[in-house]
């Protein structure tokens, strides 16, 4: 078996340092071009779902189930067929739901906005308060954290494990500590870990005892149907957020938030939220001065196209079927390259977008920027944590996606490179 | 010539009751069940657009001009073809525009709501004042003073002429007060009058003194380029109000509002806004963190449909083609029966989606009860002022939109004779 780097010598580490330089100037020649710092679909998987353009057209019936004009005003919080599909694919009530605009970040913006200039069920609105607090287990979703900073909320970092946050933890904070206002939450293939939390969790989230009236967990369920293999011992599964909370005598405890933004089109889709009735209610009051209601006709033609969450589901399948290959050839470049180094660790997801990557303390901004050097864009280190700070320097955040499964291997190999350079580097002090 | 109602005798008035009262119950039986009350476009108009949804297919290059890949996520702040083609319709730059999502009233919301969060331009956030005020010409839009209402903001009425709003006391207000911030304009086609402010007027607005640096006016032009005559001597113009602001010096003093709601179809249209750079780009600072983007794809079927604001101009023709006659037989039954009494005033507007009716002080609420008991829905009386209360109880927003030209002019009958019930209870105190 190799030795891992820890335990060379001086002397085998310079050898292999010399090596790795070569290796890595001869990449730099290659002239990489990729880019993998976000989450986005490849133009293959919109390709494959063009289909969805043809369902309304000039010729089709513009009446929802309920008789209601699709083209005309009105219908503030989604047409029911549209709350049925939101629902299903989070696996709650239709009851629950409303559905919105293009996009679930900007249904959390407002929630937010919403708590700071009205508060929630009548309590204190979160901008008249001194201090508010949120709880962002992390490695998590910078956009999460961007939306706490716009705000000025203090930001307090939790521990992610592969059945989920710490929940030691965040019982004994939320307990104590008033200005805990919430916690963002990626229950099902994390971002970016592609973890799913553990029944447990759920559960001990629903029966949470926070201190403050109005804390929420902000229930991010954006991957909640992105399986990526057809095997259902290997597609994850969470029992229904609003359901526990509702048993554990909680109903109002949680906002959880959806989209089809990576069913559809990312940015074309639609985007629902799901919570409590009095929640519903409370948001309903602040929608119907903010807007006479969403896109209807979009609502229709994800409703007519896909029929049912059967149709979906199979739709997400293609999907699967186009992005598997890509994490595979990632993952088999790390697991090749890195497996016998002790110099990285690795999540090897069953769906999502993400795959994490932990490299040596101290490496990750240097591994990074070497990518970003000889031609690959990873997210930004530091990204995943709260202010952009990693505070060991080591979470790599890698968005397999975009590229081609080609320069998918060949962008994983380019960073394998660099994670084995930064960490010789790193072990000879240079 | 006919007497006026004020010039009748007692005895006269109450034969006249009896005949009107009679007259009413005969109304009662007929069955009526129509609705006035909001300014939707009828679904012959919905009809006439349908070509509309054919403009994007799965046979469509999804390519923007800029080769934008439509389908994914990115460019927060609109298409450049759907910039121009709103910039447009306001008669600004497009440099001036950012794109958003299906509602000018969304944005309009959100421009408060980050105004109250986050403070305009580095000013201290309107939710961190003791007091806000806002000026509101009446009659106006109910749901600018809802956006008033539900912030908390104190609203002061500013009375309207055919020229706009009174500008001597505007100016006077926003000199002396720091508290006022603000003030709503619906500056072409205004609702529910449907006047246009003169050039005087706009250009007063433009060199206005506020006292508070984050004063900012509110330039609503929804009836940007919703006409009802096709002859230019009949479509009203107004200077761009984004020029005027910046020639007068205040460069930073407006956000202006537009959408295609009353274009294509209601809620399945495009907003935008436009200001300055210096807005757009403190605008922007929020809205990265607020969403990943708009539904690119609708606005790219807008550009695709219309190509240019020649293919918009040529569709509003069609659009008032069936709003004309509307208009007009609601106002030729307005002046035969209404027009000698001396109990009521009306607008002919040139374009909007409204006319405004003054009845005799005292009489709104009770003709628009009056009505409802027969089976005509009208805008709530009050509705047109701030708080819902008109102090006079006069003004009724007629919005003939919907209708058919009969039902319209079945309506209006059943109108003119509750105006003349109201009117003549009135006088002789029943």
């Known amino acids: 078996m190799a030795k891992t780097y820890a335990e060379m010598s001086k002397e085998e580490l310079e050898q292999l340092y ?5 290796e890595y100037k001869d990449a730099k020649g290659k002239g990489l071009a990729l880019n993998m710092a976000r989450g986005k679909p490849s133009p293959a998987q919109l390709d494959m779902g063009m289909g969805f353009l043809d369902a309304i057209t000039s010729e089709s019936d513009m009446h929802a189930s309920d008789a209601t004009d699709v083209r005309n005003y009105g219908v503030m919080d989604g047409l029911p067929e549209a709350k049925h ?6 696996e709650t009530l239709s009851s629950n739901v409303i559905v ?33 607090k949120f709880l962002c287990p992390a ?27 710490d929940m030691d933890m965040v019982e004994k904070l939320v307990a104590e500590d008033e200005a805990i206002k919430g916690i963002w939450c990626v229950p099902k293939y994390s971002n970016p870990q592609g973890y799913t939390y553990s029944c447990e969790t759920v559960r001990r ?19 909640a149907i992105h399986h990526l293999y057809d095997e259902e011992s290997r597609q994850d599964r969470i029992p229904d957020i609003i359901a526990e909370c509702k048993n554990a005598g909680n109903p109002d405890m949680v906002f959880e938030f959806a989209s089809t933004s990576k069913v559809t089109f990312a940015g074309a889709g639609i985007a629902a939220i799901a919570s409590s009735q009095a929640n519903l209610d409370d948001m309903r009051k602040s929608m119907t001065v903010q807007t006479i209601g969403y896109d209807k006709i979009n609502q229709l033609r994800h409703c007519r196209y896909f029929k049912d969450i059967n149709g979906i589901k199979a739709h997400m399948k293609k999907h699967a079927a186009l992005l598997r290959p890509k994490f595979e050839a990632c993952e088999r470049v790390l697991e090749k390259e890195l497996n016998s180094t002790g110099i990285a660790e690795w999540t090897t997801p069953n769906g999502g977008y993400f795959i994490s990557l932990d490299v040596m303390e101290g490496c990750a901004k240097r591994v990074v920027a070497l990518c970003k050097d000889a031609g690959v864009t990873l997210t930004g280190a530091g990204a995943t944590f709260p202010y952009k700070k990693d505070p060991k320097d080591s979470n790599i955040r890698i968005a397999p996606s975009y590229p081609t499964p080609d320069e998918m291997a060949q962008a994983t190999d380019l960073l394998v490179l660099c994670v084995k350079l930064a960490a010789v580097e790193k072990l000879l002090n240079k």
Chains 1, 2 share one sequence.
């Open 205 to 223: 989230f629903a029966a949470l005892k926070p201190a403050a009236k109005d804390f929420r967990i902000f229930w991010d369920n954006a991957y």
């Open 139 to 165: 490695p998590g979703y910078d956009r999460h954290f961007a939306i706490c900073e716009h705000f000025g909320i203090e930001m307090i970092t939790v521990p992610m494990s592969p059945t989920g946050p």
């Open 85 to 90: 599909l939101m629902a299903d694919i989070m």
């Open 18 to 22: 010399a090596q790795l330089d070569q």
């Open 100 to 132: 919105c605009g293009n996009a679930s970040l900007n249904i959390m913006y407002d929630t937010f906005s919403r708590a700071f200039t009205h508060g929630l069920l009548g309590n204190t609105p979160w901008g008249k308060l001194d201090k508010v």
